[in-house]
C-alpha cells in the first residue's frame, strides 16, 4: 500500500464526519496501527469495533465519548466483553472509578479482572481493602496497589502467600518498618522486592547486598538508597561480582582485614560470616568464633582458611556435615590421624579429598586405591605422597579414567607414562599428549598409532625425538602443518616443509621463526596469497623480504608488510 494511500485512510479516520460504516470498510482496506487507532477514538464508531479494539486498546477506547453512551445504552456490554478485554481495560490508567467499580466490584467476576482492578492507580482505597480480603491473586494485586493504606499492607505483609508478601515489599508506601521485617522472609522473591525498594533503610540494603541469593545481592548493590559506605566496602569484599554486575574494566580492591572483621556483625548476616571466614588474615578469636556457625558454607571456609588453628580444625571434625568433612580431608594441616578415620566415609566426596591431601597417612592411601568409585582412586594421582609402587598399581588397574588422571601428572615417573602409552585409549593418549613431561620414549608409542588423531595430537609434544618429527613430518597434511610450527625441525625438513603440496603446511613454515632467510625468500613468492601474508607475521623476516612483499600484487599482504615496516624492528 503507498504512503499516499495510507494518509488519505488516516485522513478520513480522523474526520469527525466519517459514518461508523466507513469506519468499518477502512479496517478491512489498511488495518495499520495507526488507521485502526484513530478508528478505536472515533466517536461514530461502532460498538463491534469498540468490543474488538477493548483488549488491544483500551486507552483509545476509553477516551472515545461514545463508549460512555454505549455502556449507558448497552449496561450488558462490559460483561459480554471476554475476560482478556476487561483486563485491559481494567489496567488502562484512562479508567475512572466508576467503571472500575463496574469491572471488578464482585467476587464472581474473574481474578485475573479483579487483579487488574487492584493494582490500577484509580481504583478507591474502600475498593482496594476488599481486594485485600479476597483470593491470593487479587490479594496481590492490593499489596502493589499504590492505594493501599498502611492498614492493609500491614495484613498483607503477614499473608501466608508469598506473592502477597512479595507485592507489599515492592510497594513504595510500605512503611519502613514493616520493610525492615520482609528483609528476613524466608522467600527470595521477598527479599528481593525489598532490596530494590527505595525506600528500604540503608542498614537493611547493607544485609540484603550481603544475602545468600546472588540477585538479591545485585539488587541491594544497585539501590540508589544504600549507604555510600557500605557501597564501599562491597565494592571490595565482593568485587568479582560487582565486575559482571557492571560490565566494565575495573581493578579489584583489596579486601582490608578490617573490612573482613567488620562483616562479621550481625548487619551483614550470614553470608557477610562467610565472607569474612575466608579472609587469610582474620584473627585467630573471629575464626574460632565462626566455627560454632550454624552454616556449612561458613564452617567450610573456616575449615579452608590458612589461618585456623589445628585446634578449630579439630574442634569442626565434629560437625556432621558433608561439606565440612569434605573440606577438612582436603587441608593439609588436619591431623593425619583424623584423615585415617575418614578412610571409609559414606561420601565419596571427602574420600576423594581425602585420597588428595598429602597428609594422609599412607596406610589410608592404600586403602583408598581399592575404592569402589573412580574418581576417589584418580585423585591418587595428584597426591605427591603416593608411593611409586602404588601408582603402578593404580596404572594396571585397568580403569580409564584412573588412567587418564595418570596420564596427566607432571610429576609421574617417566617408565610409568611409558606403559601407560601402550593402552590404546583415545582419552588416556590426549592427556598424554598434554603432559610436557611426557619421555620421547612415550611419545613415540603416540606416533606410531594407527589412528591419525593421536599422531596430530602428539605433532606438538616438546618431548618429540627427531624420528617422531621425520615421520610427522610425512604424515597427513593436518599433523604436517603442526610439525611445520616446530622450530626445533632436522634442517632438511625445512626445505622439504617449504615445498610442501598443502598451503597451510608452507603457511607455517612461513611464520616460522627458524625457518632459514634462503626459504623466506623463496616463499615471498609463493603462488598462495596466504603463504605470503603469514610471511609478515613471522619476527624473523628479513627486511628485504618485507620490502619485496611490501609490492605486493594483493592487497592484504601489502597493507601488512608496509605496517610491519613503519614498526622499528630489532
Known amino acids: 500500500m503507498s504512503t499516499s494511500d495510507n494518509r488519505s485512510e488516516l485522513r478520513e479516520a480522523t474526520d469527525p464526519s466519517t459514518s461508523s460504516q466507513r469506519l468499518e470498510e477502512l479496517v478491512k482496506i489498511n488495518p495499520s496501527w495507526e488507521v485502526v487507532k484513530a478508528v478505536a477514538r472515533h466517536p461514530n464508531a461502532p460498538a463491534v469495533l469498540l468490543a474488538k479494539y477493548c483488549r488491544t486498546m483500551p486507552d483509545e477506547v476509553l477516551q472515545n465519548p461514545a463508549f460512555e453512551l454505549l455502556l449507558l445504552e448497552r449496561p450488558s456490554f462490559l460483561a459480554e466483553l471476554p475476560t482478556t478485554a476487561r483486563e485491559s481495560l481494567a489496567r488502562s490508567e484512562q479508567a475512572d472509578a466508576e467503571l472500575l467499580r463496574q469491572l471488578g466490584g464482585s467476587t464472581s ?8 482492578v487492584a493494582k490500577n ?10 481486594f485485600a480480603t479476597q483470593a491470593a491473586v487479587v490479594r496481590t494485586g492490593a499489596a502493589s496497589s499504590p492505594n493501599a493504606d498502611e492498614e492493609v499492607l500491614r495484613m498483607l505483609a503477614v499473608d501466608e502467600n508469598p506473592s502477597v508478601r512479595a507485592s507489599v515489599a515492592g510497594n513504595e508506601h510500605t512503611p519502613t518498618d514493616v ?8 522467600e527470595v522473591m521477598v527479599r528481593r522486592n525489598v532490596a530494590q525498594n527505595r525506600h528500604t533503610p540503608g542498614p537493611e540494603l547493607a544485609r540484603l547486598a550481603t544475602d545468600w541469593e546472588f540477585r538479591t545481592r545485585w539488587l541491594a548493590y544497585r539501590n540508589p538508597s544504600i549507604p555510600e559506605e557500605v557501597l564501599a566496602l562491597l565494592d571490595r569484599a565482593l568485587a568479582d561480582e560487582h565486575m559482571h554486575f557492571e560490565d566494565r574494566e575495573r581493578l579489584r580492591p583489596e579486601l582490608l582485614v578490617e573490612d573482613a572483621i567488620r562483616l562479621t556483625g550481625p548487619e551483614f548476616g550470614e553470608f557477610g560470616s562467610f565472607l569474612a571466614a575466608q579472609h587469610p588474615e582474620l584473627p585467630e578469636e573471629l575464626l574460632n568464633q565462626l ?21 578449630v580444625l579439630n574442634q569442626l571434625v565434629d560437625k556432621e556435615n558433608t561439606l565440612v568433612r569434605r573440606t577438612l580431608a582436603a587441608n593439609p594441616s588436619t591431623a593425619p590421624e583424623v584423615l585415617g578415620k575418614w578412610v571409609h566415609d559414606d561420601a565419596w566426596e571427602v574420600r576423594r579429598a581425602l585420597a588428595a591431601n598429602p597428609s594422609t597417612p599412607a596406610h589410608a592411601l592404600e586403602t583408598l586405591a581399592d575404592d569402589e568409585i573412580a574418581s576417589v582412586r584418580a585423585a591418587l594421582a595428584r597426591n605427591p605422597k603416593v608411593s611409586e609402587e602404588l601408582l603402578a598399581r593404580l596404572v594396571r588397574c585397568g580403569d580409564r579414567d584412573v588412567q587418564r588422571a595418570l596420564a596427566s601428572v607432571e610429576t609421574m615417573p617417566p617408565h610409568l607414562l611409558v606403559e601407560l602409552a601402550g593402552f590404546n585409549r583415545f582419552h588416556l593418549l590426549r592427556a598424554l599428549a598434554s603432559n610436557p613431561n611426557a619421555p620421547a620414549e612415550a611419545i613415540d608409542v603416540l606416533v606410531e598409532n594407527p589412528g591419525s588423531n593421536v599422531r596430530t595430537m602428539a605433532a606438538e609434544h616438546p618431548n618429540l625425538s627427531d624420528w617422531a618429527i621425520r615421520k610427522l613430518a610425512n604424515d597427513y597434511s593436518e599433523t604436517r602443518a603442526l610439525v611445520a610450527r616446530r622450530e626445533d625441525l632436522p634442517a632438511e625438513l625445512f626445505a622439504q616443509l617449504a615445498a610442501d603440496d598443502d598451503d597451510d603446511v608452507r603457511r607455517q613454515i612461513a611464520a616460522n621463526a627458524a625457518t632459514p632467510p634462503s626459504l623466506l625468500r623463496k616463499l615471498a613468492s609463493d603462488e598462495a596469497k596466504a603463504v605470503r601474508l603469514f610471511l609478515t607475521f613471522n619476527q624473523a623476516l628479513p627486511t628485504e623480504v618485507l620490502e619485496v612483499l611490501a609490492d605486493d600484487d594483493e592487497d592484504e599482504v601489502v597493507a ?8 622499528p624492528r630489532d
Open 121 to 130: 492507580p484509580n481504583t478507591p482505597v474502600e475498593m482496594v481493602r476488599e
Open 109 to 116: 467476576v474473574e481474578q485475573e479482572v479483579r487483579f487488574a
Open 179 to 186: 520493610l525492615k521485617e520482609l528483609a528476613r522472609d524466608e
Open 560 to 567: 601488512s608488510a608496509r605496517k610491519i615496516l613503519l614498526q
Open 291 to 311: 566455627a560454632d556457625h550454624s552454616r556449612a558454607e561458613v564452617l567450610q571456609k573456616v575449615a579452608e582458611n590458612p589461618n585456623t588453628s589445628v585446634e
